[in-house]
């Protein structure tokens, strides 16, 4: 029917327009496919499920620091600041915890951006939540 449609000079444009997009899409997708598996095999910096680790390490310890040192508590807060950072660079998202607060204003902040994070899908509390697996 559409040899017909082209011989006798009713080829509808559309048709011939999704004919090519059938054709141009899967090359398309292979491309990108093979962009996304080059830029895996040359990653620069911390794959991002390690600094999820590295988050939810770190915020134990410094739930259970209750009995370290003030200098140990400190050096445990700013380990977790600096991994928060990163994530967020990682993920390009806005922060403040590299200004010079402190005390409420910095914990405010911190619990801005775990909620950021943790809206980005970075699990960051071990906490279980209802439906998920052990």
Known sequence: ?????????????????????????????????RRNVRALKHQVGVPIERLGADLRRLRELIRHSEHASA??????????????????????????????????ERDIERLRVEAMLEGHGIVISNIRRHGQNA
């Open 71 to 104: 200098t140990q508590q400190a050096a445990l807060r700013q380990a977790y600041d600096r991994v928060l950072i990163e994530t967020c660079a990682m993920l390009d998202l806005p922060h403040h915890l590299d200004l010079p607060t402190e005390g409420l």
């Open 1 to 33: 029917m559409v040899g017909f449609d082209a011989l006798i000079g009713r080829y509808d444009e559309t048709l011939r327009e999704s004919g090519i997009q059938r054709i141009s899409q899967p090359l398309k997708e292979r491309r990108e496919h």
